[in-house]
């Protein structure tokens, strides 16, 4: 059995070990910011790591959807690609702090990876502290004779049937039955009042959806660098679920607009202790849910 490894990491210490793991830049963008995240890996990343393209790494079957679980043959090809063995501890990171780098966290749990953590404070912390960084693309070692070889754990996932027969279990019980849906859209898309990114998605959440924005999650650790967004401490995360109705002993589907920060959530759940077999993410999230026109929508305007 692999050793337990610790789910949130500092840049001091990946900088200490960095020779024993295996590193990933998982920066991923809206496409509205116009910013190129493989463009400024190159640019500028932390040394030894490679580029993980959430947009990339992907099931390109689903069209309609930007970046659903990719299937684990594939997911396994690219891993060889990295030079990442099953055994291997990733450490995955972005320049958002604590943000892109928690659906790539997600996916390789979902994979049966549970060697994973995410640096905190993610680039912006490894800049902070003045260490180095390299340009260019890297080196990568080939594969080794042993393919890796992705274990599925589905009780993390749920797709569109699950979120919607739970849906049925909340309403008929008045929300005391099923699993408690958060989402982490900001609360202005939650609620209805605010658009989505997507042209034509409508806003608006599901039934008995509970809303905790993901930056509710995450704090800037030093004012003078407000970019660098670290994880709030494990007591401040479970009061912030709380303060919204969460029964963190209940089990839980985290949701989003698409699957990225659902995952912040489900990271964030993960390090204030609830137990990851109440934990799973809906991965097509309020894109797959809202394109459907049989799904219910809740608007609070």
Same mark, same amino acid.
Request: glycine share 8%; proline share 8%.
């Given at each position: 059995?692999?050793?337990? +490894?610790?789910?949130?990491?500092?840049?001091?210490?990946?900088?200490?070990?960095?020779?024993?793991?295996?590193?990933?830049?998982?920066?991923?963008?809206?496409?509205?910011?116009?910013?190129?995240?493989?463009?400024?890996?190159?640019?500028?990343?932390?040394?030894? $790591?490679?580029?993980?393209?959430?947009?990339?790494?992907?099931?390109?079957?689903? #069209?309609?959807?930007?970046?659903?679980?990719?299937?684990?043959?594939?997911?396994? #090809?690219?891993?060889?690609?990295?030079?990442?063995?099953?055994? *291997?501890? !990733?450490? +995955?990171? *972005?320049?958002?702090?604590?943000?892109?780098?928690?659906?790539?966290?997600?996916?390789?749990? $979902?994979?049966?990876?549970?060697?994973? &953590?995410?640096?905190?404070?993610?680039?912006?912390?490894?800049?902070?502290?003045?260490?180095? #960084?390299?340009?260019? %693309?890297?080196?990568?070692?080939?594969?080794?004779?042993?393919?890796?070889?992705?274990?599925?754990?589905?009780?993390?996932?749920?797709?569109?049937?699950?979120?919607?027969?739970?849906? %049925?279990?909340?309403? !008929?019980?008045?929300?005391?039955?099923?699993?408690?849906?958060?989402? $982490?859209?900001?609360?202005?898309?939650?609620?209805?009042?605010?658009?989505?990114?997507?042209?034509?998605?409508?806003?608006?959440?599901?039934?008995?959806?509970?809303?905790?924005?993901?930056?509710?999650?995450?704090?800037?650790?030093?004012?003078?660098?407000?970019?660098?967004?670290?994880?709030?401490?494990?007591?401040?995360?479970?009061? !912030?679920?709380? &303060?919204?109705?969460? *029964?963190?002993?209940?089990?839980?589907? $985290?949701?989003?607009?698409?699957?990225?920060?659902?995952?912040?959530?489900?990271?964030?759940?993960?390090?204030?202790? !609830?137990?990851?077999?109440?934990? #799973?993410?809906?991965?097509?999230?309020?894109? %797959?849910?809202?394109?459907?026109?049989? &799904? %219910?929508?809740?608007?609070?305007?």
């Amino acid at each position: 059995m692999s050793t337990p +490894v610790s789910k949130l990491v500092s840049a001091p210490w990946l900088r200490d070990n960095l020779r024993s793991v295996k590193v990933l830049d998982c920066s991923w963008y809206l496409p509205f910011l116009n910013r190129n995240a493989k463009e400024e890996f190159v640019n500028s990343h932390i040394p030894g $790591a490679r580029f993980f393209g959430i947009d990339e790494i992907k099931d390109f079957s689903k #069209a309609d959807l930007p970046h659903m679980l990719p299937l684990p043959e594939f997911f396994g #090809a690219s891993m060889d690609k990295f030079g990442i063995s099953n055994e *291997d501890h !990733v450490v +995955v990171y *972005d320049t958002a702090g604590v943000g892109p780098a928690c659906r790539v966290f997600w996916t390789l749990h $979902a994979m049966g990876h549970e060697r994973v &953590s995410v640096l905190d404070g993610g680039f912006p912390s490894w800049v902070a502290e003045k260490y180095e #960084a390299e340009t260019g %693309e890297p080196q990568v070692k080939p594969p080794s004779s042993e393919k890796y070889t992705a274990q599925p754990v589905s009780q993390l996932v749920c797709d569109y049937a699950d979120v919607v027969g739970n849906i %049925e279990k909340l309403k !008929v019980s008045g929300g005391t039955q099923g699993r408690q849906i958060v989402d $982490a859209r900001p609360n202005g898309r939650f609620t209805g009042k605010d658009p989505e990114f997507r042209p034509g998605l409508s806003s608006g959440h599901m039934p008995h959806a509970i809303s905790v924005p993901f930056t509710e999650v995450t704090e800037a650790s030093d004012p003078a660098n407000p970019q660098v967004q670290k994880l709030k401490s494990h007591t401040d995360i479970r009061r !912030v679920f709380e &303060s919204r109705g969460v *029964d963190l002993n209940r089990p839980i589907i $985290a949701s989003c607009g698409s699957g990225v920060t659902a995952s912040v959530l489900y990271f964030a759940l993960l390090n204030a202790g !609830v137990s990851p077999h109440n934990l #799973a993410v809906y991965d097509g999230s309020w894109t %797959e849910y809202a394109l459907n026109p049989y &799904s %219910e929508i809740i608007k609070d305007i």
